[in-house]
């Protein structure tokens, strides 16, 4: 086999300290999904799980009528264009969030509970007990067949350790991601090492030296892989070289957006003392949700991996909103205790989430595979939270939807109203069944959740 064919085969272009995974064209497909695919041109199904803390005003969230004629609330106005791309879930419950016994903690709780339908141990030490979360059962079994078996991110930091709500760990309120049962799959917030852990090379050495030179002659990660990539330009079909200038494109694109981003984080700690080291994120909360929405989109499209969770803040966060004129904390504004005012600035707090996230769904929709299906036809994308009322801390009827075809299985664009007690975790069988992944239960699921089927 020439070079040529072993770069085509194994989908990368590599330089010295690169490894750029290909996005899936119709000339070339990377022989472990021509595999999977089994003579097929079929795209592979990805899964991603996206989380949003404190809870939601749900009157703003909760569609009027069931069914495909449903109007969006106002929460959920940012997802207009690809409604038909959308499934809103009422009525589903993570019974393990609430405090069974184990008394004041639903913070700590429902984060801890949303992926794995497990309770949490209350403990703030080394003896942190939860679950399997559906994301590291799914990674577990379909994760060796890309580079990375799953990516976790989010935006805002978090400890590991220490007591964060009522006696539970931090550990519990800053990650949904469980790999074992006492073994949190922590998130990464800083752009630039996720950029680099998905398009730099394994060979920690040629990585480091790749670093140092980009930095001192301003060349891109791109420059280093530029010669594989006009060799394979040259030798793909006209819609594909479209399709690689586009990625490449957009993958350069988002490495300016982190340059530009540590520029202005150094600028700001000459004149602020103590700052920590900067870290690529941009000041702006939804300019880092963006930013590390385009690079789960980046690792989807390049089928570096089929498996994402990201936070949008921990759970209880008190971050304020300034950017949308809410100066209070997030966490002290969802004790509202029915008052309007307050009210009213959670909706705008949720809208605001929600708009990030519709900037990642509706860019995927925009993404073309080789058989002319959309990256989103061939993803599930769930949002939501694992608190209904933040006032009330409640674990029913929780706000969540669904978005993406799941390869063509879903039959999307209505508002389905399950029967309240619902486990959550019923839906998260289902969908490890469109991985392909089966098992009988997952958490406190009791068999998979029914109207989903296209």
Partial sequence: MNRNQSIHRRGFLKGVGALVALPLMESILPARVAAAAAGSSKPPTRMAFMFVPNGMHMQAWTPEREGATFELPHILEPFAPIQRDLLV?????????RNNGDGPGDHARSAAAFLTGAQP????????????????????????????????????????????????????????????????????????????????????????????????????????????ANRLSRRVSGNDRLKLDEYLTAVREIEQRIERAEMDSVATARVIAGVEKPSGAPDDMGAHARMMGDLMILAFQADVTRVSTFMLANEGSNRAYRQIEVSEGHHELSHHQGDPVKNDKIKRINRYHAEQVAYIVKKMKTIREPDGSSLLDNSMIVYGAGISDGNRHNNENLPIILAGRGGGTLRTGRHIRYPQETPLNNLFLSMMQRMGVHADWLGDSTGLLPGLDA
């Fill in 121 to 228: 141990l209350k403990s703030e030490g080394a003896q942190i007990r939860v679950g399997v979360s559906v994301d590291q059962y799914v990674a577990e079994r379909i994760g060796h067949e890309t580079r990375f078996p799953s990516l976790e991110i989010g935006v805002e930091k978090g400890r590991q350790s220490g007591n964060c709500d009522s006696g539970y760990s931090c550990a519990y309120s800053n990650n949904i991601s469980w790999r074992n049962e006492v073994t949190p799959m922590t998130k990464e917030t800083n752009p630039r090492l996720v950029f680099e852990r998905l398009f730099g090379g394994p060979d920690a050495k040629d990585h480091e030296k790749s670093l140092v030179l980009r930095e001192r002659y301003k060349k891109s990660i791109l420059d280093f892989v530029l010669e594989d």
């Fill in 89 to 97: 879930l009422s009525g589903l419950t993570q019974d393990k969030g």
